[in-house]
């Protein structure tokens, strides 16, 4: 949560330029509260889990959320039983008519395809479209980043001749952008795909910013200029062992798979893996329903343009 000082006292302009988030007393006072609404569209083929780890980042703030599930109806999931889909979750058109103060688009094993030859490419597009007027925030995960950057400004992915697969160090290109405030200058992010966006071509677009980076994975973090899409191509919600449970399945199932780089100690897939990115990935969540969310929507969310 924000600081609240008077405007006048001298430590105010200190912390801001530093980076802290303080709040005048007179926007303090004035401030409406309310939950947020965040959405959750879950393309994951294990939604459990993938929603269990979202909403443990997301539970983490002093921040209080209302979370609304969402499944296409274009393709029916085959690892999660229709009967947790008809408890908890949505459709598109069930909330096509609703507001929310952000959304979060995950991942899906899918990256190899074309983006039109995805069973629910169209009803993706309808919701990407729609977040335009009725979500605040949006927040692109992993392949989903990919297919937001490609809808929203043209950008295409590029296969890679090895998988980046395993957890990177990566550096912040723009330290004073609030959502990565609290942030060090180098920090540790899993990924585990077969293409990628190319930076390049994120910073040729004038409504793109390239937050985060790495020597070894490459983008990380990109945003539009107003903040109210970010696009993570990495997978800062995984848990410890999200990246060994990859590597055993591809294994067992014959693939052609390497280990995940930094990932195992000594690389030994007996060890259990360190984390090295949950401070971040919990940082990073904090500050995007903080700033991007919390403290820019409207508080009728009706009045989102």
């Not at 879950?42 to 780890?53: A, F, R, Y």
């Not at 929203?152 to 992915?157: E, Q, R």
């Not at 060994?244 to 893996?273: C, H, L, S, T, V």
């Not at 971040?280 to 820019?296: R, V």
Request: proline letters at 4%; glycine letters at 4%; hydrophobic letters at 40%.
């Amino acid at each position: 949560m924000p600081v609240k000082v008077p405007e006048a006292l001298p430590a105010s302009k200190i912390l801001a330029d530093e980076n802290i988030f303080v709040m005048s007393e007179n926007r303090a006072d004035t401030q409406d509260i309310r939950p947020l609404r965040i959405a959750i569209l879950n393309l994951m083929p294990t939604k459990v889990v993938t929603e269990t780890q979202l909403l443990r980042l997301l539970g983490n703030t002093p921040l209080q959320v209302e979370i609304t599930l969402l499944s296409t109806a274009t393709y029916q999931s085959k690892n999660t039983s229709a009967a947790h889909l008809d408890a908890f979750y949505k459709t598109f058109d069930d909330v096509k008519d609703e507001n929310f103060d952000g959304l979060v688009i995950t991942g899906a094993p899918v990256e190899q395809m074309a983006f039109e030859e995805v069973a629910y490419w169209n009803e993706l597009m309808a919701i990407m479209e729609w977040s335009k007027h009725h979500v605040y925030a949006t927040l692109y995960i992993c392949w989903a980043s990919q297919a937001g950057l490609y809808y929203h400004y043209g950008i295409k992915k590029h296969a890679v001749n090895d998988k980046i697969f395993g957890v990177f160090e990566h550096d912040i290109l723009e330290k004073n952008n609030k959502l990565l405030r609290g942030f060090d200058d180098t920090f540790f992010a899993p990924h585990s795909r077969h293409t990628q966006v190319m930076s390049t071509d994120i910073i040729a677009c004038p409504d793109l910013k390239l937050l985060a980076h790495s020597k070894e994975a490459g983008v990380l973090i990109a945003a539009s200029l107003d903040g109210r899409r970010v696009f993570i191509s990495g997978h800062l919600e995984y848990d410890a062992l999200s990246l060994d449970a990859e590597f055993k399945r591809d294994k067992d199932a014959g693939m052609a798979i390497e280990i995940p780089k930094n990932y195992y100690p000594g690389d030994d897939i007996a060890q259990i893996p360190s984390v090295k990115w949950r401070a971040h990935a919990n940082l990073f969540f904090a500050n995007w329903l903080n700033y991007h969310a919390y403290q820019e929507t409207p508080y009728n969310l009706s009045e989102i343009k």
